[in-house]
């Protein structure tokens, strides 16, 4: 008895999101799509020189999808090197950069990836 309400548990979580997940897919931007953003934004910066070594569908949440496309080399941009572009699945897009740093740079507030909080947080 105790087994079936699990079970019960279970197949309505499963129900909850594959519906959702599906719908998701059925709007999603094509490939050919993605990477004609990335060469024509290639194009506008003169980079002809750079080629796109990988285009990639990531997700970042359960409904939340975009495509990755990495070239090489960097572009840069004064202290900061554009890396590739994220294109969001309805078409728009934002670039991935470097920090000023050199490396990856997280979003203000958040810590660096390995980084411990000393107050037991």
Partial sequence: ????RYLALVLAFFASVFPSTAADKSEALPIDQALKIAQD???QHQATDH???SLTLEAAAVNSMH???HW???IT????KVLGIRVE???????????????????VGQRKLGARNMHGG
Avoid: E, F, H, R
Wanted: aromatic residues 12%; hydrophobic residues 35%.
């Fill in 72 to 74: 090489t080399p960097a």
């Fill in 89 to 107: 699945m309805d078409g728009s897009s934002s670039l991935v950069v470097t920090g000023p740093s050199g490396g990856y740079d997280p979003p």
């Fill in 1 to 4: 008895m105790k087994y079936l």
């Fill in 77 to 80: 941009d004064g202290q900061k």
């Fill in 67 to 69: 495509w990755y496309a």
């Fill in 51 to 53: 080629q796109i070594i």
């Fill in 41 to 43: 934004y290639l194009a």
